[in-house]
C-alpha cells in the first residue's frame, strides 16, 4: 500500500488554470500506475486521468482531454495534474489513486486513495 495526499485545489474563475499534486509515501512509488478520479455533489466518482507506472502511457476521459495533463516524477514521489481551461462542470473533489496495474481505469482497479482536494470554478 502507498499512502496519498493531495493538494493544489482551490476556487477559480472558468478558463483559469490549476494544478493538483499528489505526494505519495513509500518507496514503491515508481512501481505504481496512478490516477485522478473526480466527484461531484449527487454524482458517482468517475475517471479523470491516469499514467503507467513509467510515464510512459496517459490516458484520459474525454471531457478533460486537451484541457488537462497528467504527469509525474519518480524522484519526488509526485504525480500532477495540471488542469487548463477550467469549466464550472469540472467542479468536484479529485482524488489521486494508486493501483499496482490497470487494465482500464476504473476506480476498482485503484486500491490506494487519498482524502481529496476540492476544485470550485466559478461561471
Known amino acids: 500500500q502507498v499512502q496519498l495526499v493531495e493538494s493544489g485545489g482551490g476556487l477559480v474563475q472558468a478558463g483559469g488554470s490549476l494544478r493538483l499534486s499528489c505526494a505519495a509515501s513509500g518507496r514503491a512509488f515508481s512501481m505504481y500506475d496512478m490516477a485522478w478520479f473526480r466527484q461531484a455533489p449527487g454524482k458517482e466518482r468517475e475517471f479523470v486521468a491516469a499514467i503507467r507506472w513509467s510515464g510512459g502511457s496517459t490516458y484520459y476521459a474525454d471531457s478533460v482531454k486537451g484541457r488537462f495533463t497528467i504527469s509525474r516524477d519518480n524522484a519526488k514521489n509526485t504525480v500532477y495534474l495540471q488542469m487548463n481551461s477550467l469549466k464550472p462542470e469540472d467542479t468536484a473533489v479529485y482524488y489521486c489513486?494508486?493501483?499496482?496495474?490497470?487494465?482500464?481505469?476504473?476506480?476498482?482497479?485503484?486500491?490506494?486513495w487519498g482524502q481529496g482536494t476540492q476544485v470550485t470554478v466559478s461561471s
Open positions: 489513486a494508486a493501483s499496482q496495474s490497470f487494465a482500464t481505469p476504473t476506480a476498482a482497479d485503484f486500491g490506494s
